[in-house]
T-cell receptor, first 112, second 118 residues
């Protein structure tokens, strides 16, 4: 079964805190991974792709461990504007195309 | 920034009625998708479309659903006879390349069409 599992949350943190989200995927054939951000009742927006070597974009760092089928997202120096639901996503390749498999998301609330 | 546009933003329909949700993907994109999200649940894949035909579809995408690209710009999702459980946010998305190509590829989502079946 193709699934992506995430920490249920919610995570309530003060401004400036460092917070980490974890995610596991069950389909070992998944090749590409992403973190999306979704604000309440809005569309998912790509935050960053996740590469095997790990990658960083400003305050955000994503890591991938293929052996453990584990993905993480680290947010440093949290801002109020970081409050959202963070979706872990795996790209599944089937047929001629493929599609995205979404986790249920982890809600982050950053407080002043 | 380029965007995917969807209409209507919200539609209320009676059970058994037909609904058409419309999407205008980004103009130079070739791959199109529909996803849905039931309130409080995860985003679920419905169907992908490329080169004027369905590439892949999920178990959710049964005979009640159909997609069409009637002209060079619109991409529609039709639900033939709506059920209560079809109530959800429906997201259209598009990309320049297939999802397997993560190199510089971004899948853009529209703002969604919220469907309420009563």
């Amino acid at each position: 079964r193709k699934e992506v599992e995430q920490d249920p949350g919610p995570f309530n943190v003060p401004e400036g805190a460092t917070v980490a989200f974890n995610c596991t995927y069950s389909n070992s054939a998944s090749q590409s991974f992403f973190w999306y951000r979704q604000d309440c009742r809005k569309e998912p927006k790509l935050l960053m792709s996740v590469y095997s070597s790990g990658n960083e974009d400003g305050r955000f760092t994503a890591q991938l461990n293929r052996a453990s089928q584990y993905i993480s997202l680290l947010i440093r120096d949290s801002k109020l504007s970081d409050s959202a639901t963070y979706l872990c996503v795996a790209a599944h390749y089937g047929g001629s195309q493929g599609n995205l498999i979404f986790g249920k998301g982890t809600k982050l609330s950053v407080k002043p | 920034e380029p965007e995917v546009t969807q209409t209507p933003s919200h539609q209320v329909t009676q059970m058994g009625q037909e609904v058409i949700l419309r999407c205008v993907p980004i103009s130079n994109h070739l791959y199109f998708y529909w996803y849905r999200q039931i309130l409080g649940q995860k985003v679920e894949f419905l169907v992908s479309f490329y080169n004027n035909e369905i590439s892949e579809k999920s178990e959710i995408f049964d005979d009640q659903f159909s997609v069409e690209r009637p002209d060079g710009s619109n991409f529609t999702l039709k639900i033939r006879s709506t059920k209560l459980e079809d109530s959800a946010m429906y997201f259209c998305a598009s990309s320049t390349r297939g999802v397997w190509d993560s190199t510089g590829n971004t899948i853009y989502f529209g703002e969604g069409s919220w469907l309420t079946v009563v």
